[in-house]
């Protein structure tokens, strides 16, 4: 099984629509979880990072976490084509180094 | 990105060639890793560091080796090349192993022929 999933995608949809990534991870343990936004070609930018059980928002960006259940989300409200990258989650016991999910790809359709 | 750099963007070499990565960063971050991504798979930790000298093992160490004369650089060596380490590698950094994420080096797209 592997540490963290994701759904490979693409995961389509409309301009102006909520875009909804989920990710699920192996280490009950886990502590911190990570999304990160990466273009094509390009290297990870960090966005977004949730600790608590819950949601935290910033922006367009919602983080969900649900460590009874070990998933974590991020929801893109009012999704731009600008919004169209992979997203990759990233999941991390404290002290130890992060595991990254493969990635899912999102693509907004003008 | 700012803080940190990677050479070369890109290079082609040949099976059983020896090959070194280099990443140098501004930030004075005690924690630098190599990762490399390949499609299906994600970014995959080959090795890190921790300190000026102190390095350790990735999930996916075997073929490369690292070294960490000063706090700035870390470099990655591929001893022997081989045409299953065509990926790209990237360089992060990080302030620690605590709550803070890594910066992204842009890259070194490596293809071994």
């Known amino acids: 099984q592997k540490e963290v999933e994701q759904n490979s995608g693409p995961l389509s949809v409309p301009e102006g629509a909520i875009a909804s990534l989920n990710c699920t991870y192996s280490?009950?343990?886990?502590?911190?979880f990570f999304w990160y936004r990466q273009y094509s070609g390009k290297s990870p930018e960090l966005i977004m990072s949730?600790?608590?059980?819950g949601d935290k928002e910033d922006g367009r960006f919602t983080a969900q976490l649900n460590k009874a259940s070990q998933y974590v989300s991020l929801l893109i409200r009012d999704s731009q084509p600008s919004d169209s990258a992979t997203y990759l989650c990233?999941?991390?016991?404290?002290?130890?180094?992060?595991?990254f999910g493969p990635g899912t790809r999102l693509s907004v359709l003008p | 990105d700012a803080g940190i750099t990677q050479s070369p963007r890109h290079k082609v070499t040949e099976t059983g060639t020896p090959v070194t990565l280099r990443c140098h960063q501004t930030?004075?971050?005690?924690?630098m890793y190599w990762y490399r991504q390949d499609p299906g798979h994600g970014l995959r930790l080959i090795h890190y560091?921790?300190?000026?000298?102190?390095?350790d093992k990735g999930e996916v160490s075997d073929g490369y080796s690292v070294s960490r004369s000063k706090t700035e650089d870390f470099l990655l060596t591929l001893e022997s090349a081989t045409s299953s380490q065509t990926s790209v590698y990237f360089c992060a950094i990080s302030e620690s192993l605590g709550d803070y994420g890594y910066t992204f080096g842009s890259g070194t797209r490596l293809t071994v022929v």
């Open positions: 560091s921790y300190g000026v000298k102190d390095t």
């Open positions: 949730i600790y608590s059980n």
């Open positions: 990233a999941v991390r016991r404290y002290g130890q180094n992060f595991v």
């Open positions: 930030e004075n971050h005690r924690y």
């Open positions: 280490d009950r343990g886990s502590q911190s």
